[in-house]
Nanobody, 126 residues
Framework: QVQLVESGGGLVQAGGSLRLSCAPS????????MGWFRQAPGKEREFVAH????????YYADSVKGRFTISRDNAKNTLYLQMNSLKPEDTAVYYC???????????????????WGQGTQVTVSS
């Protein structure tokens, strides 16, 4: 069983930066593809970024491309999301997720991921 725990959320002014982390308790996720999703109040959960298990390929939502960077350190069994140039519309609960690296489902599809964290709140003030 994999349990994911996010950290690093908080309150930041527009234009600022935050780095989210996600680490599992239980088994390692170094052989899983991983992703970040977010959910704003009153909205559906949406895809943010995805990284393959080797870290060699990444994918981003258009809304964060050029501002956010997903990375992983498999030696530390940790996933990261570096968020720069934050905007008020980035305010949401951010979730990390882990799933099979060879899934045929697109990286942006939540059904691709079998394990989810509880989320961490990111609030960007204007």
């Amino acid at each position: 069983q994999v349990q994911l725990v996010e950290s690093g959320g908080g309150l930041v002014q527009a234009g600022g930066s935050l780095r989210l982390s996600c680490a599992p308790s239980g088994r390692s996720v170094s052989d899983y593809a991983m992703g970040w999703f977010r959910q704003a109040p009153g909205k559906e959960r949406e895809f943010v970024a995805h990284i393959t298990w080797t870290g060699s390929n990444t994918y981003y939502a258009d809304s964060v491309k050029g501002r956010f960077t997903i990375s992983r350190d498999n030696a530390k069994n940790t996933l990261y999301l570096q968020m720069n140039s934050l905007k008020p519309e980035d305010t949401a609960v951010y979730y990390c997720a882990a799933g099979g690296d060879r899934s045929i489902l697109p990286p942006s599809t939540s059904r691709r991921y079998g394990y989810w964290g509880q989320g961490t709140q990111v609030t960007v003030s204007s």
